[in-house]
Nanobody
């Protein structure tokens, strides 16, 4: 059974930083592309960042490029999201996701496993 457990969310002031982590189990992590999505109240789920199974390729949503960095550790089955220069509009529930497909997807439909989410609140 696939398990994705996010941690590291919380309250941070605008301009600050936060690091999210996701612990994965129940599937072949080292062969799965991973991603982060977020969803703010009243808004659609938004792609944040993705990373290929080997970690050699990363891709980002336009709103976070240059501020967020995704990384992974295949020895520990974890994927992380380092968030800097946070803005109030980054406030959302952040979800860790996994996909068996390649192709650097930013579509939620391509990701078939989801964590429960962790709340990030940025105060202005």
């Amino acid at each position: 059974q696939v398990h994705l457990v996010e941690s590291g969310g919380g309250l941070v002031q605008a301009g600050g930083s936060l690091r999210l982590s996701c612990a994965a189990s129940g599937f072949t992590f080292s062969r799965s592309d991973m991603g982060w999505f977020r969803q703010a109240p009243g808004k659609e789920r938004e792609f944040v960042a993705g990373i290929s199974w080997g970690g050699g390729t990363t891709w980002y949503g336009d709103s976070v490029k240059g501020r967020f960095t995704i990384s992974r550790d295949n020895t520990k089955n974890t994927v992380s999201l380092q968030m800097t220069s946070l803005k109030s509009e980054d406030t959302a529930v952040y979800y860790c996701t996994a996909t068996p497909f390649g192709g650097a997807s930013s579509s939620a439909q391509q990701y078939n496993s989801w964590g429960q989410g962790t709340q990030v609140t940025v105060s202005s």
